[in-house]
């Protein structure tokens, strides 16, 4: 309005004129609205302003002149609350705007929430921000963060700014939804007494950010983090891509807890033991504003840690940045990143620590019964309690046999187009111990199977590298049928339209990732969709072995299975190349985790494997043609080990399947047998390991060890490149013959080889192993012995002046 009233100018409110001007605007408004309608604190009349961007310039004296003139004219003193972008003066109170599209927010003692964001109808922008309402979800989500906070003041972000789609007031569309949701909310944060008697504060981060008088206070300048999933457990880590980047995670303390008086506290944070540079703590102490704990020295053992500083003289008198307490320092001139979890503070030293292992989001049919099994466990085993501290009416916890499932058993009525949020804690009863919690989605889609407006999707979710990239799903639906999109998790930008009738396509981009792999979910016509990301580097990965041959789409499958043989938690990736050369994208399925969206599509992704666990994946999707096949590479942080299994399912007959074993050697060369007799065929699966284009010799010999193929013989490969043929066809002269084809690996390079055997009638399927060779074998011949008395024959293999026996 200032803006406006100046003629489109910036007004400078120092000066005398534009003091008037200021002023000006706040007294008609308070001339022409009823005394007894004002909004008062301590009978002193509220006044909110905006962005500081829309004045020109402005000091102290601007808002002396308000309160100055504004008593003379009303006889009272404002309550000015400013936006915290007018900095360098001095005022009631404070808040941040921007609530409504980016969450709620804590700001000193002002709390800030807003219910949603659409500006989709404002036709002169030329972009458009959403944050979808998620079922009034969004908007109780940022209460439950602000009454945790405990403010003073709370603000909502807006009443009736529908252009924005940020009002709560009674309309059309949405009834009285909003205004009675905030009164219950208004009811609770008045009600809530602080935690002035509590002996313990916490925070556990995650989608659902839960804060119990220990908050993260900033999300900006030095102070900005990222959330990421990470060896199975949320957690932040400072915002290094920024410019400049950020060195700390700032914590506030709630003032009922501790405030502005030397107590000694224990502070207990869990971190992820990765890298070797080291972080330590800074608080507000008694005698040091930035008082330093020592500093905490990384194994880089990959494994989640817990350390616990004595803070014994803990002042917390709001002193150090944006009025924070204490701050995780993690500078470091090496780029490395450390990520932090759980956050516990306690006036007496900490008991045991209570371990939620992560829900994963899951989707129901309305009217069945689910059994989710919750796994936790304490650190000094002793028993934990589980408790609902969020959850729809259709979900129960079950206790038997020493363990906890979630009963989730959705009435027809359940179903809604958004997700129920759930939230588990988890405590024990030992005095200081530290609890846990764990937040997943529930969706309950609105489907009528058969019926007019039955939603599917194209995919379950989809992986991406460290680059980013673009997606695409098909929702298949009956003509006139509504859907929209929710809203994606951060670094996922919608790029088509975010609603629509009847089929349509919905497109997206996911930007490159430069931190830890990330992952995540949103809703697509009801349906959990899933979204993740590798990190840009994972420490300790490194190369374990690869298969040479997979197969999936029409009549073939492949399932791979993989086991962390160490005693600690590691990571392990798993890339698929295509024929020729480049990445393979699958859809993919993970039976162990059932309720998840699939087909997961996919060239590459991560996983986290507990000790001596193992992971099943299998191809998915509809089996239809062409046949896609190509090679595997695993990569690890552990010794992980694995196979796959490839099945082939005949139009006639049955099924059959074959073994890929996990080549983990690299040799010279690799030595397979072949037998192209009575009928039998033998196809050949290679692989280039290298990144870089190899051509592959090969020396063919028959069975008596006479060389019998071209000199010279070649197979190009690209890097990462694949290819499969059938022996006898590529190399007719092994037609009708038994014998050996040598494979050499180009110098500097590393490939693996596959024998895939044809038997009639029905043509049985099985695998041959290759043989690795330390040098080309030059000279190799094959003896066959006979039976004697009764005992199978051996084969050897004979080059240069030894032996080996090898069948």
């Not at 996919?602 to 299998?618: E, G, K, P, W």
Request: aromatic residues 10%.
């Amino acid at each position: 309005s200032l803006w406006k009233g100046n003629g489109l100018n910036l007004l400078d409110v120092t000066t005398a004129a534009g003091k008037a001007t200021f002023y000006g605007m706040i007294h008609d408004y308070f001339t022409i609205v009823p005394k007894s309608l004002w909004a008062t604190i301590d009978g002193s009349p509220i006044i909110v302003l905006y962005y500081s961007s829309w004045v020109a310039a402005y000091d102290q004296t601007s808002f002396d002149y308000i309160r100055a003139q504004f008593q003379s004219d009303f006889g009272a003193l404002p309550y000015i609350v400013r936006e915290r972008s007018w900095t360098g003066v001095t005022t009631d109170a404070v808040y941040a705007w921007g609530a409504a599209l980016s969450g709620s927010v804590l700001v000193g003692d002002a709390g800030i929430v807003g219910p949603g964001y659409d500006d989709s109808a404002v036709w002169n922008r030329a972009t458009h921000q959403r944050q979808d309402r998620e079922c009034s979800n969004f908007y109780q989500q940022g209460w439950d963060k602000i009454i945790s906070g405990n403010p003073r003041l709370a603000f909502v972000e807006t009443w009736n700014e529908l252009h924005e789609g940020t009002d709560i007031a009674a309309t059309r569309e949405y009834g009285r939804d909003y205004i009675d949701l905030t009164a219950r909310n208004i009811a609770r944060w008045k009600s809530a007494n602080g935690y002035q008697t509590a002996s313990i504060i916490w925070l556990s981060p995650g989608r659902d950010m839960f804060e119990s008088g220990l908050r993260i206070a900033l999300n900006r300048g030095d102070g900005s983090w990222r959330l990421n999933r990470v060896a199975g457990r949320d957690a932040v880590d400072v915002d290094r891509l920024k410019t400049p980047p950020a060195y700390y995670i700032l914590l506030d303390v709630d003032d009922s807890f501790v405030h502005a008086a030397r107590t000694p506290v224990w502070l207990t944070v869990e971190y992820l033991d990765r890298g070797t540079t080291p972080w330590r703590i800074e608080y507000d102490g008694a005698n040091n504003v930035y008082t330093a704990s020592p500093s905490v020295t990384m194994g880089n053992t990959g494994l989640w840690k817990q350390v616990t500083f004595a803070l014994p003289d803990a002042y917390f008198g709001g002193r150090e940045t944006a009025g924070t307490d204490l701050r995780i320092d993690d500078l470091n001139n090496t780029g490395e990143i450390h990520y932090f979890s759980r956050m516990w503070m306690t006036k007496s030293p900490p008991g045991p620590v209570v371990r939620l292992a992560a829900v994963e989001d899951v989707v129901l049919t309305a009217g069945g019964l689910t059994n989710l099994p919750v796994t936790v466990s304490t650190s000094d085993g002793s028993a934990a309690n589980l408790s609902l501290l969020r959850a729809p009416g259709f979900a129960s916890l079950q206790s038997a046999n020493g363990g906890f499932t979630l009963l989730l058993a959705p009435a027809v009525s359940d179903a809604q187009a958004c997700a129920f949020l759930v939230t588990i804690i988890a405590t024990n009863n030992t005095p200081s111990s530290l609890p846990d919690a764990t937040s997943f989605k529930v969706l309950v889609p609105k489907t009528t199977t058969g019926g007019p407006c039955d939603y599917r999707l194209s995919l379950g979710g989809q992986a991406f590298a460290e680059a980013g990239g673009r997606g695409t799903v098909t929702i298949t639906t009956a003509a006139g049928c509504a859907w929209t999109v929710g809203v994606p998790p951060p670094g996922v930008a919608i790029t088509s339209e975010a609603s629509g009738t009847g089929p349509g396509v919905v497109t997206f981009q996911i930007f490159s990732n430069s931190g830890a792999g990330r992952a995540g979910s949103f809703t697509i016509a009801g349906q959990f969709f899933s979204v993740e990301q590798q990190a840009a580097t994972i420490s300790g990965l490194s190369f374990v072995g690869s298969m040479p041959q997979i197969a999936a789409e029409a009549n073939w499958t492949t399932e791979f299975t993989f086991v962390n043989k160490s005693a600690v938690p590691g990571q392990a990736r798993l890339s698929l190349f295509g024929d020729p050369s480049g990445p393979l994208s699958l859809p993919l399925a993970f039976p162990q985790q059932p309720a998840a969206p699939v087909p997961l599509l996919a060239s590459s992704f991560d996983r986290t494997l507990a000790a001596n666990a193992c992971l099943i994946v299998d191809t998915a999707g509809p089996q239809t043609p062409p046949v896609l096949v190509g090679s595997a590479q695993l990569s690890a942080t552990t010794s992980v080990d694995g196979f796959a299994i490839f099945h082939f399912i005949p139009g006639d007959g049955p099924p059959q399947e074959a073994v890929v074993p996990l080549e983990t050697r690299k040799a010279n060369s690799y030595l397979l047998v072949f037998d192209n007799t009575d009928g039998i065929a033998l196809g050949v699966a290679l692989e280039n390991v290298s990144p870089q284009t190899a051509d592959i010799a090969v020396v063919i010999r028959d069975d008596s060890g006479t060389p019998i193929g071209t000199p010279g013989a070649m197979i190009p490969l690209a890097g990462g490149g694949h290819t499969s043929f059938d022996l006898s066809t590529r190399f007719p002269v092994t037609a009708g013959k038994r014998g050996t084809i040598e494979f050499d690996t180009p110098a500097g390079g590393q490939i693996s080889a596959l024998g895939i055997r044809f038997t009639p009638p029905n043509n049985a399927l099985t695998t041959i192993p290759v043989w690795p060779m330390s040098a080309p074998a030059a000279g190799v011949s094959l003896i066959l012995q006979p039976v004697v008395d009764g005992k199978p024959h051996s084969c050897w293999l004979t080059r240069a002046r030894t032996q080996r026996k090898f069948i």
